[in-house]
T-cell receptor, first 114, second 109 residues
């Protein structure tokens, strides 16, 4: 079934730890995105990718990094987590050929850094 | 820089009453606007987009370039409409969505 998967769904971790948030899609989409959302606030684009080996920074500056080695996989990494990284992280994808530019979202990862 | 404003954090209406969720945008280019919705314990999903001029679940939204608005309307609210609604503007050559802060719609019986 075509879908977007994010793991873990919830993560509580201590300061200084390295973490990787996983995002995979079986939609066959070229474009993928990472958004960050603090409670009660808007979603902010932090990274996006047009396809394999393509990554761009979004509108909100982030200390995280991403990679796109496979079309279906777009992991986000924090080398040293801090309490300011506590947030919800949403992964999304879209079809490059879609005239309507619809983005499809994953279930999200809620990260808490103690 | 582009910006999307949703002035109401919470909108509470009675079942059967009309609904209007406000959205204003600021963008120097030609706007392409969307409404996304998130129902309780579900994912964020597209509700409608201005370019297709469609009505989804009884909701419509008209782009008013003069007032730079894209308000979401429904003539008769239903209980199942209770959700979080986000207005979004597509920029960056069709690669970036700029979201508003969202409006929580609560439909009371």
């Amino acid at each position: 079934e075509a879908d977007i998967y994010q793991t873990p769904r919830y993560l509580v971790i201590g300061t200084g730890k390295k973490i990787t948030l996983e995002c995979s899609q079986t939609m066959g989409h070229d474009k993928m995105y990472w958004y960050q959302q603090d409670p009660g606030m808007e979603l902010h684009l932090i990274h996006y990718s047009y396809g394999v080996n393509s990554t761009e920074k979004g509108d909100l500056s982030s200390e995280s990094t991403v990679s796109r080695i496979r079309t279906e996989h777009f992991p986000l990494t924090l080398e040293s987590a801090r309490p300011s990284h506590t947030s919800q992280y949403l992964c999304a994808s879209s079809d490059d050929g879609d005239y309507y530019n619809e983005q499809f979202f994953g279930p999200g990862t809620r990260l808490t850094v103690l | 820089a582009q910006r999307v404003t949703q002035p109401e954090k919470l909108l509470s209406v009675f079942k059967g009453a009309p609904v209007e969720l406000k959205c204003n945008y600021s963008y120097s280019g030609s706007p392409e606007l969307f409404w996304y919705v998130q129902y309780s314990r579900q994912r964020l999903q597209l509700l409608l987009r201005h370019i297709s001029r469609e009505s989804i679940k009884g909701f419509t939204a008209d782009l008013n370039k003069g007032e730079t608005s894209f308000h979401l309307k429904k003539p008769f609210a239903q209980e199942e409409d209770s959700a979080m609604y986000y207005c979004a503007l597509l920029t960056g050559g069709g690669n970036k969505l700029t979201f508003g802060t969202g409006t929580q719609l609560k439909v009371e019986l």
